[in-house]
C-alpha cells in the first residue's frame, strides 16, 4: 500500500494511474476503521481499479471541542486493517497540508438540505464537511467515492455538493453496518462506557418499533411515541427523532405512496452522541 502526506505526492500518482487508463475509487474516512468502512473500501475496490481511502479529523466539521480532541485516532492498526483487505494508497495528510495557516470552513448553500437534522443541532457541521470533501475531491479527482447511509444526510449533501460544483464523480451510499445487537457501527463506539454501551442497542430497537407504526399513527404521533420510550430510559437522551423525506430531508405534512421516507434519530449516552437512521 502506497502512503501519502502530501496532496502534491498523491496527485501525481494518481495521475500516472489516470494516465495509464486507470478508474479510481475513493473512500473519505476519519480513520478508526471499523467494518463499516471496510465495507465501503471493498465495494470501491470491486468496481475500481485502484482504491483510495482517506484518513483526516476534519476540525472545521466538530462543534464540539471535546469530540474532537477525543476522537480515536488509532492509525498503526488502521493501516494494518487497510493492507489486510489490500487497499491501495492510503492519504493521511495533516490539518496543516489540507488548511495551510486559516482553519476555517467556507459556507455552503446545499439547498437547505444542510439545515435539517445533523445541521440544525451541530452548528456548521455540514459547511465543515462540505470544505473537506470538496477538498479531497479535487485532489483525489476520483471515478466513484462511496459513503455510508449511516450519515444519510451527508450521503445526500455529498451528491448535492457534486452536482452544484459540476464535479465528474458518482456518489455511491451504501448500507448501514450494525454490530450484533444492532447498535450502528461507529468509531465512538469506543468510548462508550460499559453502560452505556449495553443501553445503546435501544436506539436501533426502537427505530425498528417505529418503522412497523409508521402508517398507522401519523407522523407527529410517531415522534410523541419515539420521545415517551426514551423518556423511560435512564442512560440515553435523546436529542432528536424526525420522519423526512429520502430526497428533501423535509418532514412531511402527508404521507405520498410515491416518495420514500426515513427516520432519523441522534442520541447521547453519557457524553457520546450517536446517530442512526432506518428506511421506511
Ligand atoms: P467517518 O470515518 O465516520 O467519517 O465515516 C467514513 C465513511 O464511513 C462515511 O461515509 C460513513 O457514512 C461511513 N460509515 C461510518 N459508519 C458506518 C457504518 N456503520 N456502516 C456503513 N458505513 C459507515
Known sequence: MNIFNSKSELKAFLIQQKEEGKTIGFVPTMGALHKGHLSLIK?????????????FVNPTQFDNKED????????DNDIKLLKKVACDVLFTPSVNEIYADDIIAQKFDFDGLENQMEGRYRKGHFDGVGTIVKSLFEIVEPTVAYFGKKDFQQLQI?????????????????????????????????????EHREAAPFIYKTLKKAKKKFGTKNVNELEQWVEKQFKKQDLLELEYFTIADEETLQTPKVI????????????????IRLIDNIGL
Do not use: C, W
Open 256 to 271: 405520498e405512496s410515491n416518495k420514500k421516507y426515513r427516520a432519523f434519530i441522534a442520541v447521547f449516552a453519557g457524553d
Open 68 to 75: 474532537l480532541e477525543k476522537y480515536p485516532q488509532p492509525l
Open 158 to 194: 455529498i451528491k448535492k455538493l457534486a452536482k452544484k460544483y459540476h464535479i465528474p464523480v458518482k456518489v455511491k451510499g451504501r448500507p448501514i453496518f450494525r454490530e450484533d445487537d444492532g447498535l450502528a457501527m461507529s468509531s465512538r463506539n469506543v468510548r462508550l462506557t460499559k
Open 43 to 55: 465495494r470501491a475496490k470491486k468496481q475500481n481499479d485502484i482504491t483510495v481511502v482517506s484518513i
